[in-house]
T-cell receptor, first 115, second 115 residues
Framework: SAVISQKPSRDICQRGTSLTIQCQVDSQVTMMFWYRQQPGQSLTLIATANQGSEATYESGFVIDKFPISRPNLTFSTLTVSNMSPEDSSIYLC????????????FGQGTRLTVV | AQKITQTQPGMFVQEKEAVTLDCTYDTSDPSYGLFWYKQPSSGEMIFLIYQGSYDQQNATEGRYSLNFQKARKSANLVISASQLGDSAMYFCAMREGYNFNKFYFGSGTKLNVKP
């Protein structure tokens, strides 16, 4: 299994500001994934982050709004830029089970409220 | 078309009874994986159970079992002997063989266990 530490766990931010979310994994993984879960909704994949290359973004998500860093095989950050109330969501990072490449494990999530 | 469909927005079950949460999926890929996750009010996503498309037997993990009916494309989660701590959102998810890195999540079922 993999233990994922994500922080902050929650934050309340002013509109127009940016927040960087950190994700630390206790083992080396090739890919890390960032998801958004809007209130009362399911999870939507924002992007896939590979070490040493630019992140791959899903339709509807752009790098200028959600820049991602992946400096090494155990760490990634997601920044939510120029926030608006519509960005209020839970943001989760995720990795595949490094032992058997089936299920994904998730961090505790960051509950973001933009006011 | 929706990849994962969960038709039960909310379910109630009496403590100590069994409950089935429905999930149907849509894929033309012969290789895929099906997953169930639990999300308590704290927001974390907890992996419960995995079923591979080529697995001959239904997956079981403690009180959780997955009723896999391939021809009907259904992957229902059965929770036996419900406990108050089972109250949470439950998400069904799928990964397809051609893009095994991407999870598709259903809309979720809110389970309430009554004492």
């Amino acid at each position: 299994s993999a233990v994922i530490s994500q922080k902050p766990s929650r934050d309340i931010c002013q509109r127009g500001t940016s927040l960087t979310i950190q994700c630390q994994v206790d083992s080396q993984v090739t890919m890390m994934f960032w998801y958004r879960q809007q209130p009362g909704q399911s999870l939507t994949l924002i992007a896939t982050a590979n070490q040493g290359s630019e992140a791959t973004y899903e339709s509807g998500f752009v790098i200028d709004k959600f820049p991602i860093s992946r400096p090494n095989l155990t760490f990634s950050t997601l920044t939510v830029s120029n926030m608006s109330p519509e960005d209020s969501s839970i943001y989760l990072c995720s990795v595949q089970n490094p032992d058997r490449n089936t299920e994904a494990f998730f961090g505790q999530g960051t509950r973001l409220t933009v006011v | 078309a929706q990849k994962i469909t969960q038709t039960q927005p909310g379910m109630f079950v009496q403590e100590k009874e069994a409950v089935t949460l429905d999930c149907t999926y849509d894929t033309s890929d012969p290789s895929y994986g099906l997953f169930w996750y639990k999300q308590p009010s704290s927001g974390e996503m907890i992996f419960l159970i995995y079923q591979g498309s080529y697995d001959q037997q239904n997956a079981t993990e403690g009180r959780y079992s997955l009723n896999f009916q391939k021809a009907r494309k259904s992957a229902n989660l059965v929770i036996s002997a419900s406990q108050l701590g089972d109250s949470a959102m439950y998400f069904c998810a799928m990964r397809e063989g051609y893009n095994f890195n991407k999870f598709y999540f259903g809309s979720g079922t809110k389970l309430n266990v009554k004492p």
